[in-house]
């Protein structure tokens, strides 16, 4: 099972809007067949294992990282591919989370007179697909925000001056987080300070980590363009310039707003945008409107690049899952703008308690991973 959720990692950048699966086929002892779901809307895990493994996968037994699915999307149930290649008994890490699936295709095994068993390193297993996980259990995405700080916590000069802080090292870092991501949310204040492009850029990705981690990183797939994320404007008022660099990037942009200007909205279209109207909370886009928007449309991870703002506001209505904060060796001053606006801290007990789950260093930075503890 190990082996299995290793296979699933491989799909990491690939797969979205679909969960990350692997799966082995053993047969006396020995692995006759192994396959991970690469690309959307091509063989999922348990077809690409039963392929490789050939007639051997008769009275085998398959480990499998998410429960065999059991309704027809773009390809066929893979609870009937098992059953037609007569295997004896399918281990699952955990039970699929999707509503469609939620136990049916164990059920549609068991019904055939294969043995089955869930729940064998489920919580690796899950690591694998937190967004999917999360989106079918809630209604909203995983939220990953990311910032790039000096060693005094500071993430632009007063001026809104901020490239750059991190080094070249995290900057190449950044882009596997993006790949990974679905959708990339930010501030019109960023892109009328910045002018970011957010895309993934092949040409600065790094080298694959050697690492037995299943999610440590992979080169792309053999004639695979990497699939460029969802990038999101947040734009109350529709400030964004219709000649931002953003919006002439291969994939498309959306922007959310709470007040659309038609003559405004209209040269936004026209340079390749969609707008898309969401409800207000305190002058501004509600965040966990846009969360659910993006949930909607099948998004299961989100980053958040931004500035101190808005990244304070997501941490501060509790929406993020996962802190990914790069200090780079430099002070900025006290004047320089936090890396987060926290409103509403005034005691010790009102601090936020944070777990660091990961700490390495990248170049001449240091990465630090956190999780809230709620």
Same mark, same amino acid.
Request: aromatic share 4%; charged share 20%.
């Given at each position: 099972?190990?082996?299995?959720?290793?296979?699933?990692?491989?799909?990491?950048?690939?797969?979205?809007?679909?969960?990350?699966?692997?799966?082995?086929?053993?047969?006396?002892?020995?692995?006759? +067949?192994?396959?991970?779901?690469?690309?959307? %809307?091509?063989?999922? =895990?348990? $077809?690409?294992? #039963? *392929? /490789?493994?050939?007639? &051997?996968?008769?009275?085998?037994?398959?480990?499998?990282?998410?429960?065999?699915?059991?309704?027809?999307?773009?390809?066929?149930?893979?609870?009937?591919?098992?059953?037609?290649?007569?295997?004896?008994?399918?281990?699952?890490?955990?039970?699929?989370?999707?509503?469609?699936?939620?136990?049916?295709?164990?059920?549609?095994?068991?019904?055939?007179?294969?043995?089955?068993?869930?729940?064998?390193?489920?919580?690796?297993?899950?690591?694998?697909?937190?967004?999917?996980?999360?989106?079918?259990?809630?209604?909203?995405?995983?939220?990953?925000?990311?910032?790039?700080?000096?060693?005094?916590?500071?993430?632009?000069?007063?001026? +809104?001056?901020?490239?750059?802080?991190?080094? %070249?090292?995290?900057? =190449?870092? $950044?882009?596997? #987080? *993006? /790949?990974?991501?679905? &959708?990339?949310?930010?501030?019109?204040?960023?892109?009328?300070?910045?002018?970011?492009?957010?895309?993934?850029?092949?040409?600065?990705?790094?080298?694959?980590?050697?690492?037995?981690?299943?999610?440590?990183?992979?080169?792309?797939?053999?004639?695979?363009?990497?699939?460029?994320?969802?990038?999101?404007?947040?734009?109350?008022?529709?400030?964004?310039?219709?000649?931002?660099?953003?919006?002439?990037?291969?994939?498309?942009?959306?922007?959310?707003?709470?007040?659309?200007?038609?003559?405004?909205?209209?040269?936004?279209?026209?340079?390749?945008?969609?707008?898309?109207?969401?409800?207000?909370?305190?002058?501004?886009?509600?965040?966990?409107?846009?969360?659910?928007?993006?949930?909607?449309?099948?998004?299961?991870?989100?980053?958040?690049?931004?500035?101190?703002?808005?990244?304070?506001?997501?941490?501060?209505?509790?929406?993020?899952?996962?802190?990914?904060?790069?200090?780079?060796?430099?002070?900025?001053?006290?004047?320089?703008?936090?890396?987060?606006?926290?409103?509403?801290?005034?005691?010790?007990?009102?601090?936020?308690?944070?777990?660091?789950?990961?700490?390495?260093?990248?170049?001449?930075?240091?990465?630090?991973?956190?999780?809230?503890?709620?």
């Amino acid at each position: 099972m190990a082996d299995a959720i290793r296979l699933a990692g491989r799909g990491l950048y690939t797969t979205h809007p679909n969960p990350r699966v692997g799966c082995v086929i053993v047969k006396g002892g020995v692995v006759v +067949g192994q396959g991970w779901h690469a690309i959307a %809307g091509q063989g999922h =895990a348990e $077809v690409n294992a #039963l *392929r /490789a493994a050939g007639p &051997a996968a008769q009275g085998a037994t398959v480990y499998v990282s998410l429960e065999p699915c059991s309704h027809h999307g773009k390809t066929p149930p893979c609870a009937d591919a098992l059953i037609q290649a007569g295997v004896a008994r399918v281990i699952s890490a955990m039970e699929d989370p999707n509503p469609k699936v939620s136990g049916s295709g164990h059920q549609r095994l068991q019904a055939a007179g294969i043995e089955t068993a869930c729940g064998l390193l489920e919580t690796q297993a899950r690591a694998v697909n937190p967004g999917f996980y999360k989106r079918m259990q809630t209604g909203l995405p995983w939220v990953f925000l990311k910032s790039a700080m000096s060693v005094d916590g500071r993430v632009a000069m007063a001026s +809104g001056e901020s490239q750059w802080i991190s080094c %070249g090292n995290s900057r =190449a870092d $950044v882009q596997r #987080l *993006r /790949a990974r991501v679905e &959708a990339i949310v930010t501030g019109v204040d960023t892109v009328l300070q910045d002018n970011p492009a957010l895309t993934v850029r092949p040409e600065l990705w790094p080298a694959p980590v050697a690492s037995d981690e299943p999610l440590s990183g992979w080169s792309w797939p053999v004639d695979f363009a990497p699939l460029q994320p969802l990038r999101v404007i947040l734009d109350s008022r529709l400030r964004t310039p219709p000649d931002a660099a953003i919006l002439r990037q291969p994939g498309k942009t959306l922007i959310a707003c709470i007040d659309r200007d038609e003559g405004k909205a209209r040269l936004l279209e026209q340079a390749g945008a969609e707008i898309v109207l969401l409800p207000a909370r305190a002058g501004r886009v509600d965040l966990q409107s846009l969360l659910q928007e993006l949930a909607r449309r099948e998004v299961n991870e989100v980053l958040v690049e931004t500035g101190g703002q808005l990244a304070g506001s997501f941490v501060n209505e509790q929406l993020v899952d996962e802190w990914i904060c790069y200090m780079a060796p430099k002070l900025m001053g006290s004047s320089a703008r936090p890396v987060l606006a926290l409103a509403g801290i005034n005691t010790m007990s009102q601090a936020h308690d944070l777990q660091l789950t990961d700490l390495r260093q990248i170049g001449q930075d240091i990465r630090m991973t956190y999780r809230w503890s709620r």
